[in-house]
Structures are given as C-alpha cells and as structure tokens.
C-alpha cells in the first residue's frame, strides 16, 4: 500500500490531507535526533502526517491566513 500525501499549500486545495511534506518532516525530526521517526516506513509518515492533520482540523479553526 502506498499512501499519496497531498500537501496544502495555501491555495485551499480541496484534496489537501495534510499541511507538512513528507520530506520537511523528515528534515524536521533529523535535525532532532529523532530515531523513532527514522525507523518508520514511508507509509507509517504518511499516516502519521495525516492523522496530525485531522488532529488540527478538529481541534482548532484557522481564520484568515
């Protein structure tokens, strides 16, 4: 299974799922020493992208830009 991210990118996208690319995660957590998202799976990231998105969708209301 490979899980496609569509990241929003300010437009509005309507197909957006989530707000970080994979790869600025990855840079982000490098440069933290973080080993436990080193070790996971590409679709694992891409899964925990996604529900940190939802996450943020529910749990707030962006207004304005």
Partial sequence: ??????????TGLANANTYVAQADADSYFA??????????????????LIQATQYLDARYTFIGQ
């Fill in 31 to 48: 440069d933290r020493a973080n080993a436990a998202w080193a070790a996971l799976s590409s679709d694992q990231k891409a899964s925990a």
């Fill in 1 to 10: 299974m490979s899980i496609t991210l569509v990241c929003e990118d300010g």
